[in-house]
């Protein structure tokens, strides 16, 4: 993990993966990042972007996952757990994700997930080591799902 003090954070927003681990039961889904996650639900304070829906209809459409049921019902399972919420894409955040004061790769989800945590002051909870090392160089806050 960074050096990010969770308790800090009055939210935790959810890179896609991190949301379809917890919600498969992956074993990827790091035991202490399970913690972190279970104590955010008990006090109210997960968030999913709106775009997490749009990238998991794609990554279902692509066959890149299978949910074994029809995507909308499992997102709206997903968005019904205690403690997790969606976080709208504001206009704010949209033309964020375009204007990050640093070189960042061009995938529109990571970039729309990375300006909502700063946007909404949340840590990012990711897998995704390029995003890690962008919190590692104090861009935003990340939290690693892996560990």
């Known amino acids: 993990m960074t050096d990010i003090d969770p308790a800090r954070s009055p ?8 949301l379809v681990w917890l ?3 992956d074993h990827q889904l ?3 990042a399970r913690g972190v996650i279970r104590r955010a639900c008990g006090e109210d304070r997960v968030a999913v972007s709106a775009i997490t829906p749009w990238e998991i209809g794609i990554l279902v459409s692509k066959k890149r996952i299978d ?7 499992w997102v709206r399972e997903a968005l019904s757990l205690p403690g997790v919420h969606l976080t709208p894409l504001s206009a704010e955040i949209a033309v964020a994700s375009a204007r990050l004061p640093w070189e960042m ?4 989800a990571d970039r729309i997930l990375v300006a909502t945590a700063r946007n909404q002051g949340a840590t990012l909870m ?3 080591r390029a995003l890690l090392g962008m919190a590692g160089n ?8 892996m560990v």
């Open 11 to 18: 939210m935790i927003l959810l890179d896609t993966h991190v």
């Open 30 to 32: 790091g035991e202490e």
């Open 105 to 108: 790769h061009a995938d529109p």
């Open 126 to 128: 990711t897998a995704d």
């Open 23 to 25: 919600m498969l039961g």
């Open 67 to 73: 949910l074994y049921r029809d995507v909308m019902d």
């Open 138 to 145: 104090g861009h935003f806050a990340a939290l690693d799902a």
